[in-house]
């Protein structure tokens, strides 16, 4: 192929994006529309995974040390603890501190004037929260640790609901990521469809398949291109527009910043550039058959 | 004399069972001018059609230079096409492109320079006289100035045969001469022709080759013929 | 006489600047057969447009049944067209339609009784020569088969004006003779009729009333003309 | 209009819809694409409604007696905060019953042989969550009642987080809404503009404007209906399918059950419906004047 013959391909498919108007606007509208919906489906999952690590990440064990252990022991227990595989942080709770954190949480006025009932305590995070029952485990084993709790049960059920928010966002992504697809490619073939006159003249004039193929496949490179643009434009603004809001209104809520999304955007228009590129590449020809 | 082209047995039923040729024997030397003729309906365009492979016959062989293209894969008819210059009969012209564009991208389909294009594309064009409507589109042209822009596309690759569809069935008589004339100036520089036409009072008085279809069948071939009132 | 069609001080220029027609005055009479000749680009088509308003002229007023056409809403011209029938030069058959529900269409659309329909469609396709071609759809007819199919269509309601652009330009000269016959026969009836045509034999044949157009200009008006070769 | 026209506009929309073959196809699999995704999003945040009125219908007020009232002044006492407006429910927990349950959550062995230091009090559950904050202050002024808590604060961002909750999930479904609405009308007109020639000819022969528009309204009408229909029977799949998963592995999610959704499906049937046979109609408008 000659280079001219690539500068030809390159101004037919600038001269048609022109000439066809408002075809161009609406495929790049219905690119613009399908990755705004996978785009935000993405966002969500994505959202998902990280308030699911959130919650995760705060599950942590508690060991109590038995009441008869002393000041050195508890050291020695401390660093044992610390040499487990898999764990990430270890914080001693005296006994006074028990009591105190206790008195906030029941009512000062209740326990006043009782004894100290509560043991000396550690707490442990783990690196992985799945880990934690096995760690738990190996703690139990320490000399001079009482009872090891970590919400047995409720964890496990914390991990399924994370698990299932997980799986479905994955699944719906992946169903909308589908429905994008076919609503670009669907879009492309029908503006196609209407030019299926033009392409049969061009192949009775002699073209080959490529020749009317490559213009049409760069036009639609550069209408997926612009779509995926106006896409990303579009949830960026929506995007940090939420995440001020539920920031300022729900500050319990913390979602994932902007700036976590930069390496997903040049995803979605490398996604858009290339379905409208192959959505126009193979919606040609069976119109090329001439 | 070669012939530069030959059909063998040659029918083509139509899906739906329409017989638009019927055995058809012939053989085109090289350089030779032919008037296809017959009334409407003989399977004049479908003759033209199989030649440059817009159908593909239901019997028989067709050969171009000696090649059968009947045999062509479908990455070769390009490169059939390329060598025959075709006027249709409902024109086809890109309806995107000016009268300029239609005409010179029958040159950049054979990636023909630039500069060659700028340099033969007005001259094909004045030959047909529209050089006045150069940047016009299709929609914005009358029948005649259509049927002309066809043929000039037809014309600027200087193919070695040009088969024309009526090109002269939207043409007044005056500039149907102009178009014929300017066709056997072309033919007698080498390249061979076959032109289906209605036009009885050119055929008479260009006395070329006439083949005459008949409800699919070819009925006549007569050299220095006429169209040929009765059969 | 009355006149069915004036045009007074008609001009036409296209966007883009090309002067089709300039300063027509002409009066057509009820049931006159007028034949409108002239070179290719003269302005023929542009004339005939004007009359069905498919185009609006830049200039002055065009009456039809003495109501001016250039001044109607918009949710007139449907009426307007349904007293003329047109046979375009580009055909316009609906693609997706076989050839009798093409003509059915035209009876459709004026809200005729299917009893009415099936009596009256069959009638008109057989008087164009059509009826073995009567289930096909427009791409599977010859170029002259289309042009006769056009034809139906605009007689089928028995119309006022029958306004027919080259109704003969893809026909042999003896199916071209049987159009105009038919054509003669219907003027006969009261019809009036336009048609613009290359066909020199045949007008010169018919001795009807001839406009011929130059460059956009009515250069001549001749009860029972000739085509005529030299202006 | 005459009947038999009318039978013509319907021959006429249904013949064309099958001889347009794959065309309607796509416009088909437009509408079904666009009002899945409105229809999961109409499902997400009508559940997110659900979730919200289901935590917040936890809320309660606890209201601590006074030590020193006795059995009838309790009874009493139930009585007032019964009839106060907007209180849904009322239950006493004895000091006894306070204590099982402290213990249960504490841990039993820590608390063993302490006086119980517990007061009773009452539950009370309101009709409006929003109004807890009101009820709890008449609580309060009821003679006998020591203290009134109802997590101040927390119920305040409770509803801060449900109010957000919906209002995120109606704004992200205005907007699905929107882009389902331009997907649909979209393709409608990309499939008219491929038939623009057909309708100028019509046109030509003297059809009038609503001659031609009728049959293509009806057309559009069947496209939207039929791409409805696919739309609602692959959501009803996909939810029930979603629903029984989550009851059977996230026992501690409901969601609403499938039956909800019936009065929803057929608006989204008649938005499918009259968004083809609008989209059409009006797209068509510009391709009458000729
Ligand atoms: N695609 C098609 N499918 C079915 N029948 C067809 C098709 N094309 C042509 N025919 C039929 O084949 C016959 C020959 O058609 P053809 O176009 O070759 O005629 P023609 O000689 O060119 O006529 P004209 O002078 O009117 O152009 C006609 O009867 C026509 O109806
Ligand atoms: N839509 C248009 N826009 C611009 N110019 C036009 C348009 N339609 C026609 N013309 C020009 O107006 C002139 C007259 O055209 P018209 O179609 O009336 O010619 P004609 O007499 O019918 O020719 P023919 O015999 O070739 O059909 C031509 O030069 C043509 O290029
Ligand atoms: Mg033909
Ligand atoms: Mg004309």
Redesign the pocket.
């Known amino acids: 192929m000659k280079l001219r013959t690539i500068r030809y391909f390159f101004r037919e498919a600038f001269v048609n994006l022109f000439r066809n108007g408002w075809m161009s606007l609406a495929s790049i509208g219905a690119v613009a529309s399908a990755l705004i919906i996978f785009g935000s489906f993405l966002m969500i999952s994505i959202n998902f995974d990280y308030i699911a690590k959130n919650v995760e990440s705060q599950v942590e064990i508690t060991a109590y040390v038995e009441d008869s252990v002393d000041k050195l022991k508890i050291n020695q227990i401390e660093y044992n603890i610390k040499s487990i595989d898999g764990v990430k942080e270890v914080v001693f709770v005296s006994k006074e501190q028990a009591l105190e954190e206790f008195k906030k949480q029941v009512g000062e006025e209740l326990l006043e004037g009782i004894e100290n009932p509560l043991p000396n305590s550690f707490r442990v995070k783990v690196e992985t929260p799945q880990e934690v029952a096995g760690v738990a485990e190996r703690i139990q084993k320490i000399d001079g640790i009482e009872e090891v709790k970590y919400g047995k049960g409720v964890v496990e059920k914390l991990f399924k609901i994370t698990y299932w928010m997980r799986l479905v966002g994955l699944a719906v992504m992946a169903i909308f990521a589908a429905i994008s697809v076919f609503i670009i490619s669907n879009t492309i073939k029908i503006t196609v469809f209407s030019r299926r006159r033009e392409i049969s003249i061009m192949k009775y004039i002699g073209a080959t398949d490529w020749f009317v193929r490559w213009p049409f496949l760069i036009e639609g490179m550069l209408l997926g291109f612009t779509g995926s643009l106006i896409a990303i434009a579009l949830l960026a603004t929506g995007y940090s527009y939420l995440y001020d809001m539920v920031k300022m209104n729900v500050p319990m809520i913390s979602l994932l910043p902007i700036e976590e999304f930069y390496d997903y955007s040049l995803g979605l228009l490398l996604m858009g550039t290339v379905l409208g590129a192959f959505g126009s590449g193979f919606s040609i020809r069976k119109f090329l058959r001439v | 004399m070669q012939h530069i082209i030959e059909m063998v047995g040659v029918s083509k039923i ?3 069972g ?1 017989a ?1 040729l019927k055995d058809i024997n012939v053989k085109i030397g090289k350089g030779e001018f032919v008037f296809l003729v ?1 009334p ?8 033209l059609k199989l030649l440059f492979r817009e159908e593909l016959p239901t019997r028989g062989q067709i050969f171009i230079n000696g090649k059968n293209i009947t045999r062509l894969k479908p990455k070769e008819v390009p490169y059939l096409r390329r060598r025959l210059g075709v006027v249709f ?1 409902d024109f086809r012209l890109l309806p995107q492109k000016t009268v300029y564009e239609n005409v010179a991208f029958a040159m950049e389909v054979i990636e023909a320079s630039p500069r060659e294009i700028r340099r033969r594309v007005p001259k094909v064009i004045e030959m047909v006289g529209l050089s006045h409507k150069m940047n016009s589109r299709p929609h914005e042209l009358s029948g005649g100035e259509q049927q002309r822009a066809a043929l000039a596309r037809a014309l600027v690759n200087n193919p070695d045969v040009i088969i024309a ?2 090109p002269t069935g939207n043409l007044d008589p005056d500039t149907s001469w102009e178009i014929m004339k300017l066709l056997d100036e072309i033919n007698k520089k080498g390249t061979t022709l076959i032109v ?1 036409t ?1 036009a009885k009072e050119l055929v008479d008085a260009m006395k070329k080759r006439v083949l005459q ?1 008949e409800d ?1 069948r070819l009925v006549r071939d007569e050299e220095r013929g006429v169209y040929c009132c009765e059969t």
Chains 1, 4 share one sequence.
Request: glycine share 24%; proline share 5%; hydrophobic share 25%.
């Open positions: 139509y899906p739906g329409c638009a017959g409407t309906g003989a399977g004049k365009s479908t003759f009969q569809d009526e289906a209605h279809l699919g």
